[in-house]
C-alpha cells in the first residue's frame, strides 16, 4: 500500500487524504523513481474488491461490508488505510510497474491488478501464482520465480529496455493470464492433496 500512495504522490498529485478537508498540491517530481515493484498490492482501490467475501474476509471482519468500512473511515474519522480510488486514478503517470500476486488473493480481485495494470503506458509486468494474499505462503519455487522477474523487471527499468524478456510470460487475456502460472500449488490448495482426491 505504501508503494501506491508515495507513487501517486510522487507522479500524480499529493492530496491530503487523512485530513477533514482534502488539499491538493502538484505530484512531487522527483526523477530518481523509475518504477514500482508491488507485491500482492491495492491499487485499483474498493471498486474492485469481490462482492462475495473470501473466508480471510470474513474472518477479519469486514466481509460484504468492506466497501462501506472503507467509506466511512475516510468520512467520519479522515483515515484513508485502504486505497481509495486515488492510486487507480493516478496509475496512468507511472513510468513502469512490476505486479505480483497470488490468484486468490484475498485482498484485492485479480481483475482490479488487471486494471491497474493496463493503465501502465510504460514497462510492466504482471506475475499471477497458485497461492493467496501473502508473498510467505507462496510455494518457495514460485517465491523464487517472482524475485527473479522482479530482479529483470528493475534491471530493464534501470537500463530503459523496453521489454523485460526473456522469461516474461505473455498473456492477453484474463484465460491466459492464470494459465501463465506453473503448475505449482500452495500447499492447503493443491488439489492433489485435497481429501476429496484421495
Not at 508515495?6 to 523509475?34: E, L
Not at 477479519?60 to 492510486?87: C, H, M, Q, T, Y
Not at 494474499?133 to 529496455?161: C, G
Request: proline share 7%.
Amino acid at each position: 500500500m505504501a508503494t501506491g500512495w508515495a507513487m501517486t504522490i510522487n507522479f500524480d498529485k499529493d492530496c491530503s487524504y487523512d485530513m477533514p478537508d482534502i488539499v491538493c498540491g502538484p505530484a512531487a517530481g522527483n526523477p530518481n523513481i523509475m518504477g514500482a515493484i508491488l507485491i500482492s498490492e491495492f491499487s485499483s482501490g474498493p471498486g474492485y474488491i469481490s462482492s462475495t467475501p473470501s473466508v480471510e474476509d470474513e474472518e477479519r471482519g469486514l466481509g460484504k461490508d468492506r466497501g462501506l468500512f472503507i467509506g466511512g473511515s475516510e468520512v467520519e474519522n479522515s483515515i484513508v488505510f485502504f486505497p481509495s480510488s486515488a492510486i487507480l486514478a493516478g496509475v496512468d503517470k507511472w513510468p513502469a510497474a512490476f505486479f505480483a500476486r497470488g490468484l486468490w488473493d484475498y485482498a484485492d480481485s485479480l481483475e482490479g491488478t488487471v486494471e491497474s495494470y493496463s493503465r501502465i503506458n510504460g514497462l510492466k509486468e504482471l506475475v499471477v501464482v497458485r497461492g493467496p494474499h501473502p508473498f510467505e505462503t507462496w510455494p518457495e519455487l514460485e517465491q523464487e520465480r517472482v524475485l527473479d522477474r522482479m530482479i529483470a523487471f528493475a534491471k530493464a527499468v534501470a537500463l530503459y529496455e523496453k521489454s523485460v524478456s526473456p522469461g516474461e510470460r505473455s498473456w492477453s487475456d484474463m484465460k491466459t493470464l492464470v494459465a501463465t502460472t506453473s503448475d505449482v500449488w500452495e500447499p492447503t490448495f493443491d488439489p492433489a492433496r485435497r481429501p476429496e482426491a484421495q
